[in-house]
């Protein structure tokens, strides 16, 4: 049985027809070609768009030439109200300066250093999960639980069950569930002095989850100024200077970066995980070698990451299949030509992920779930070129690597303790939102090992 994938569209429908489909949601809405197509141009009376899906393009737009092709700046307008000028959002020299001070929390040693929380969510998850074995649960809300956990400790070095980190987390569900990744307002040009519509729910979470952030901001900026703050990303974070200017990140700023590190950390990293259970009762005998590698759990130190190495190439292989963030936005600041077309200045260029990492002409049996294929030839080039989970180039997501330790950890801390079985009837169907989850969530049984 081959994963689950969403139906492609007929090649041709009318304008309207699209529009619907996208609206409703934008995987299914592409044609089954652009898993072959090399590039594609959408047109529509609003907008002209390129899919571009060949690496050599992919690699033009996000490595070679970033600065020529800035994150497209309607993309962020849903994402506005919480993220404010974060630097998931922001491009040129603003974003430069935030990188500068961000980097630092995140390298290599630091990872070592966030490990111990890591660890810490993980047998708080177990310890939730036993009371529900035997169970039929929502995967998609046990692992959102387990890696906002993972967020407020290694951030602000609370558990989840912190006043505020809980509602920080209730906030934030119900603001992905409004509020979609791509939408069609997006792509309609409209004069920056337009006001921007969003829902008045919508406006209140982000505004709530904002004033909760600031609180513990002004909680941790009061403990650094008695030098009583605990070593986590947070304070490492405030404390570091810009080493060109010097200056450090002001408290609204601070804001927008720990707003985006919970949308990126913990929204993407459950989408990753739960459809990685998921995958893994749909392949026992997966699950069977990742629950006997888990074992070297009995180790808990930092060293033990590097040896599950199964369970590092089954998360690599579901985020190969869900990638977790499905299309990026770029723009074009000139004329450009791509594959013999002109592309005209301010033209959107759609990279997805989603179909880059299924594309036929590059990757074996791509549909199919095969983690031995990282040890191949084929599978050794295809993640050189064609495998883009974090995106690639500068603008690289920052906790890749701490993602990368986060997700094996987790799943081989679940499995060691738990087999996860299908449920007659629920097969997910995968759309995208602000990430890719399931339609109607994952529905998984957990029994206890």
């Known amino acids: 049985m081959k994963p689950p994938k969403p139906t492609s569209r007929p090649d041709k429908v009318s304008l309207w027809r699209y529009l619907k489909l996208f609206r409703k949601d934008l995987l299914s809405a592409q044609p089954q070609r652009l898993y072959r197509a090399w590039m594609a141009e959408f047109r529509t009376p609003f907008f002209r768009s390129y899919m571009i899906n060949q690496p050599e393009l992919v690699e033009t737009v996000l490595k070679q030439r970033p600065d020529d092709f800035p994150k497209s700046g309607r993309i962020s307008e849903g994402l506005r109200p919480l993220l404010g000028d974060s630097v998931f959002l922001t491009n040129g020299e603003t974003w430069k300066r935030q990188r500068r001070i961000i980097d630092p929390a995140f390298e290599g040693g630091r990872l070592k250093d966030t490990f111990p929380a890591m660890l810490e969510a993980a047998q708080a998850c177990v310890t939730r999960l036993k009371g529900q074995a035997g169970q039929v649960i929502e995967c998609e809300e046990v692992t959102s639980h387990a890696a906002a956990d993972v967020i407020f400790r290694t951030l602000f070095s609370v558990p989840i069950e912190h006043e505020v980190a809980a509602q920080v987390f209730e906030k934030f569900r119900a603001y992905q569930r409004q509020q ?10 409209v004069p920056k002095w337009v006001p921007r519509l969003h829902a008045r729910n919508t406006r209140r979470n982000a505004q709530d989850i904002r004033a909760l952030i600031s609180g513990l901001i002004a909680e941790r900026a009061d403990l650094i100024a008695t030098g009583q703050a605990p070593d986590d990303l947070a304070t490492k974070i405030m404390t570091t200077p810009d080493p060109e200017t010097g200056h450090c990140f002001g408290t609204q700023e601070m804001v927008d970066q720990v707003a985006i590190f919970f949308l990126a950390g913990h929204e993407t990293s459950a989408s990753a995980l739960a459809w990685t259970l998921y995958l893994m009762a749909l392949y026992p005998e997966w699950q069977e070698k990742l629950s006997a590698e888990a074992d070297t759990l009995n180790d808990p130190s930092f060293s033990a990451v ?16 869900y990638p977790p963030v499905p299309m990026m936005v770029r723009e074009a600041t000139c004329p450009e030509q791509f594959r013999g077309r002109d592309i005209p200045k301010g033209a959107q260029i759609v990279i997805s992920p989603w179909h880059l990492h299924r594309q036929e002409r590059l990757w074996d049996r791509p549909d199919d779930f095969d983690p031995t294929r990282w040890s191949t030839e084929n599978g050794k080039t295809c993640q050189r070129h064609a495998y883009i989970p974090f995106s690639a180039g500068p603008r690289v997501c920052t906790g890749a690597g701490f993602a990368m330790v986060e997700g094996p950890l987790l799943l081989s801390m679940l499995l060691r303790n ?32």
Not at 310 to 321: C, G, K, N, P, T
């Open 180 to 189: 979609p990744l791509l939408n069609l307002a997006a792509f309609i040009p």
């Open 306 to 321: 590097s040896r599950v190495k199964l369970s590092r190439d089954v998360f690599r292989e579901a985020l190969r299949l």
């Open 418 to 449: 738990f087999r996860f079985e299908l449920v007659e009837d629920r097969t997910p169907v995968p759309v995208a939102h602000l990430t890719v989850r399931s339609k109607d969530g994952i529905w998984l049984r957990v029994v206890e090992r």
